[in-house]
């Protein structure tokens, strides 16, 4: 990390300027925490990186200094709606800003052209899409001309995780974007994202050829974020009841979403929850965009009070008083987490992220992300997460994203930090491990344990163990990201199938003094009093 001195406010040429602007142009009292900073690094033409949490505030970081300079400024962004809804913010301020997209007609382009050119034009920002940079040699033309002409005063690059293959979002067309640094040197670039680990920023900066870079990083920090993990209840009505519960208890009639795995879940949530009186709606790709428009305004309105959505919905929700976000299932990454929690409570005030973890979840999300290069292990990395129940959530997600926490910072604003200490206790599960020469799927390997299901897969020598179900579950995943067990990946033509195999680690238990261990929950449930109650948990150790 680099740290940047700072001249007082006061002494920079600039800064008489950009304070009218945010009051006059954009209608704002005073800076978030870092956009000063950045905006006076920025406009004193150095190359940064801007990582700062979503709804943090990073576009004013470049649309403030396009209004403070002469010429204008690129922004690549890599979705139109990300830029539809910039641009109408901007048009209600009235700044002069436009986009340029596969679909512009002949005129906008060539109007665009003439103003990138024009000395006296108005247009500050023109945002494209990486693929304008990397396919229109026209449009290049065009650049290398305004910049000749000392027109094209800054490049910035939205959501620049997208460049790295590491970031969660990979974009190939990022790839060819740093022709922009080697054919504009002299215009100071702007990198901004919510979610890069100082591993893709490094990458980023690579692959944007920056030389050398400024890298401002905002606290991942939520203070006012609850973070919960709960067991997902294994019968999908007890589950629906206990989603039921909690929305018509703490959270009556106030604002939340719950984000699912897939379109038919968010479909079957939905019809469910409105059956118990709830008022719910369906958010996901395949709705047409005038329903998904529908379903946006309503909730803004609060017409609505639950989305139940697909990940579709998600970048430029921008809703204040969310009061919770329900995960029905986990999500693909710790990084696609953060995101989608963090639009809960973008107001500050108190609210809750619950997620609901099942075992089965693992595998259908392993089969979804399987042809994604690093998917499996992000999808780990969120298991373990799940899995974990001693440490402050805050401090694992701070580990995640390269930030050093302190737990006690978290004034008990997550299950663990609530939990009551916990008890050890030691348990012998399996006399021996059972050599799987059979391909099995998880659901079989778990009756296979229990001495359930076909004769043939189970194990003549291991007694079934006294373990309920859910704890042979936690169990095996644990197996899983410890690698004594694998997943093996076998395609039909019409689904991924996930198998469990013989991990790399597997020969380690033939060693008898191998002690595996990990936390288990114990067999009291605790009763949901509607508040939080922590849950007790012990340390299990097993012998093989
Ligand atoms: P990000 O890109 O970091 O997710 P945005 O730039 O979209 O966030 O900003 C999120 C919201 O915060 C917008 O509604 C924006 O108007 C608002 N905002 C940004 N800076 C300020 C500020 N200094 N004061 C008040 N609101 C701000
Ligand atoms: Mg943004
Ligand atoms: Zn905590």
Redesign the pocket.
């Known amino acids: 990390m680099y740290v940047y001195c700072l001249l007082p406010f006061t002494d920079f040429p600039w800064c008489e300027k950009i304070k009218a602007a945010?009051c006059n142009s954009?209608k704002?009292?005073?800076?978030?925490s870092l956009?000063l900073e950045t905006l006076n690094a920025t406009m004193a033409g150095k190359d940064i990186f801007l990582v700062?949490?979503?709804?943090?505030?990073?576009?004013?970081?470049y649309?403030l200094p396009a209004v403070c300079s002469e010429g204008f400024t690129l922004v690549i962004c890599p979705l139109i709606s990300l830029m539809e809804?910039?641009l109408m913010?901007l048009e209600q301020l009235g700044i002069s800003a436009t986009l340029l997209n596969a679909s512009s007609s002949k005129e906008h382009v060539k109007w665009v052209h003439t103003e990138m050119l024009d000395k006296n034009s108005q247009l500050k920002l023109i945002y494209v899409t990486p693929e304008k940079i990397a396919k229109s040699k026209m449009f290049m033309s065009k650049l290398e001309k305004a910049y000749q002409a000392g027109r094209l005063t800054r490049i910035a690059v939205?959501e620049v995780h997208c460049c790295s293959q590491w970031g969660h979002d990979f974009r190939p067309d990022y790839k060819s974007l740093g022709i922009l640094k080697r054919q504009f040197p002299n215009a100071p670039l702007i990198g901004?994202t919510?979610t890069a680990t100082s591993h893709v920023l490094k990458d980023a900066q690579k692959i944007l050829c920056v030389q050398k870079c400024i890298t401002f990083t905002a606290s991942f920090n939520r203070p006012n974020l609850y973070y919960e993990v709960r067991q997902k209840p294994s019968n999908s009505e007890d589950f629906i009841e206990d989603i039921v519960k909690i929305i018509n208890g703490r959270y009556k009639g106030l604002s939340g979403i719950i984000y699912c795995f897939s379109q038919k879940d968010s479909e079957h949530v939905t019809s469910s929850l409105r059956k118990l009186g709830i008022k719910a709606d369906a958010y996901h790709a395949n709705l047409e965009p005038k329903d998904k428009t529908k379903v946006h305004k309503g909730w803004a309105a609060n017409e609505i009070q639950v989305v139940v959505a697909t990940v579709a919905f998600g970048m430029?929700i921008?809703k204040p008083d969310v009061r919770f976000v329900i995960h029905h299932s986990m999500s693909k990454s710790m990084e696609n987490y953060y995101q989608e929690s963090g639009r809960a409570g973008?107001d500050d005030q108190k609210a809750d992220c619950i997620l609901y973890y099942g075992f089965g979840d693992i595998f259908r999300i392993s089969s979804m992300v399987v042809m994604e290069n690093v998917g499996q292990q992000k999808l780990y990395d969120m298991v373990s997460y799940c899995h974990n129940m001693n440490k402050c959530r805050r401090v694992l997600i701070a580990q995640h994203f390269d930030e050093v926490w302190d737990s006690a910072n978290c004034n008990k604003m997550c299950d663990n930090c609530c939990r009551e200490k916990l008890s050890f206790e030691r348990m012998d599960i399996l006399e021996q491990a059972d050599n799987m020469s059979e391909k099995l799927t998880p659901l079989k390997l778990i009756d296979a344990w229990l001495g359930k299901g076909v004769s043939k897969l189970r194990v003549a020598d291991v007694a079934p163990p006294v373990l309920p179900r859910d704890e042979l579950e936690r169990i095996i995943a644990h197996f899983i990201l410890q690698q004594y067990l694998k997943e093996d990946f076998s395609f039909t033509a019409f689904a991924t199938i996930s198998y469990l195999k013989i991990g790399p680690k597997a020969d380690l238990l033939k060693n008898e003094a191998h002690v595996i261990t990990m936390q288990g929950r114990s067999n009291k449930k605790s009763v949901d009093k509607g508040e939080e109650e922590g849950e007790k948990s012990s340390e299990l150790f097993f012998f093989f």
């Open positions: 945010l954009f704002l009292q005073k800076f978030r956009q700062m949490p979503t709804g943090g505030g990073k576009s004013l970081c649309q809804d910039q913010v939205d901004l919510a430029g921008d973008r």
